[in-house]
């Protein structure tokens, strides 16, 4: 229950950082930082599976780059279901998840390493 929300803290936490380097992503406040944490969960829980299989000839044929338009895709997704949540622009489309991405693995990291016991994970030496 804690690692749970761990993930979605460092995910809100990450949402804020793409909200500073991309002009293009806006978040409202931090509590909407935390409903678009979930909502990125959901989707990516929920719709990317289906997106992704439908796109496996496109990403065959470009060798794995369309899944940056589909990580983009449930990005945008969440940020339409999400009041005070919003992404405009193709950088913000294709490089926020990507972003998104670093700093959550780089916060997660941080977390498991830091509060071990929260985690469930045994603390690395």
Known sequence: MLGTLLTLLATALSLLVVDIIFPGVNLASFPAALIAAVAIGIVNSVVRPG?????LPLNFVTLGAFSLVVNGICFWLASVLVPGFYVKGLLAFILGPVILSLVNTFLSKYFAERYP????QPKSE
């Not at 997106?51 to 796109?55: G, T």
């Not at 016991?117 to 469930?120: G, S």
């Open 51 to 55: 997106l992704s299989l439908l796109s």
């Open 117 to 120: 016991a929260l985690t469930n």
